[in-house]
């Protein structure tokens, strides 16, 4: 598998991980203009990698000296963590049980800032797969540390809150249904969360993967299931939550200003009920301010 990884502008990391033969389905660059992965640099082949040896980027250039995140990556087996360098945090990290050498502290001396509590993390735990790879199926999981405070993974209606809650499974599969429904799948499909830890330090993970997934929040990490195209992550490094969704933002376009022409009624669904509902303003719009401007039937 080509493993990808590119630092781009706005404090953000591209990793990205397709199929070596065949062609896979990604979103159109029309859809979300991106720097391409071409331009991107593909990991070294090691001759003779040693089983379990942690290897850093070599000879980065401005924007990864600039930049808050670094990338880690073990060949055999192969995984990769993203860190936070300022205290070693481990941000993401698909590396199995085992495969490095000292999985968060190593990372924390590295950076001679020792780790601050809770925020580190382990490797996979033996009990999680390594990165699956197939035409119908992808499957990758990430640790988390007790500390992580999980928002995202929309669009869907949750009893328990906007916060992702551990032992749940969420869908992101797109459905046109109504938002009374309980705990169901809504209109959109966001395959992007923020995790805030302790001291208020956030980062954000985007999978650029129209495919319908299940993402499931264990109680020791995330595990993605995804049913095509390619492992295509951005990491956001915040720091705070507000810097996060203004590097998110910058990378998938800025919420548009709704025009006030548009802010009439708006109806859906069942058009006789509809027809008779929109027919009340229009007839008593002009006796009496403001007028009624526009409204919008969809059925």
């Not at 389905?25 to 090691?46: F, Y």
């Not at 995984?79 to 490095?100: C, H, M, Q, W, Y």
């Not at 499957?139 to 540390?145: H, Q, W």
Request: charged share 15%; glycine share 8%; hydrophobic share 35%.
């Amino acid at each position: 598998m080509p493993f990808f990884y590119r630092y781009e502008e706005g404090d953000r990391l591209h990793v990205h991980i397709t199929d070596a033969i065949e062609q896979r389905w990604q979103i159109p660059q029309r859809v979300i203009p991106r720097p391409v992965i071409e331009n991107s640099h593909l990991l070294p082949e090691e001759s003779t990698p040693e089983p379990g040896t942690e290897h850093r980027i070599r000879n980065p250039g401005r924007l990864a000296t600039a930049s808050t995140l670094e990338l880690l990556y073990t060949v055999q087996p192969f995984g990769f963590a993203v860190i936070r360098k300022s205290n070693g945090a481990i941000l993401f990290d698909t590396r199995p049980e085992g495969s490095s050498q000292g999985g968060a502290a190593a990372a924390a001396a590295a950076n001679e800032v020792p780790p601050p509590p809770g925020s580190t993390t382990t490797c996979l735990p033996s009990s999680f797969k390594r990165i699956v790879f197939k035409d119908q199926y992808i499957e990758v999981a990430t640790a988390l540390p007790s500390s992580s405070a999980i928002y995202g993974l929309g669009e869907g209606t949750r009893p328990d809150g906007m916060r992702l809650r551990p032992g749940r499974n969420y869908t992101l599969w797109a459905t046109d249904v109504g938002s009374w429904n309980i705990d169901i799948a809504l209109y959109s499909a966001y395959p992007f969360y923020m995790d805030v830890r302790s001291g208020g330090f956030a980062h954000g993970v985007l999978l650029l993967n129209s495919n319908g997934m299940d993402v499931e929040h264990t109680y020791q990490g995330l595990v993605y299931r995804v049913i095509g195209g390619v492992l295509d992550f951005y990491f956001f490094g915040g720091p705070s939550p507000a810097a996060v969704m203004d590097q998110f933002t910058y990378l998938v376009g800025r919420p548009a200003a709704m025009p006030y022409w548009s802010l009439g009624t708006q109806m859906m669904l069942y058009p006789l009920i509809v027809l008779l509902i929109l027919l009340k303003p229009h007839s008593r719009s002009h006796l009496k301010p403001p007028p009624l401007h526009s409204s919008t039937c969809s059925t």
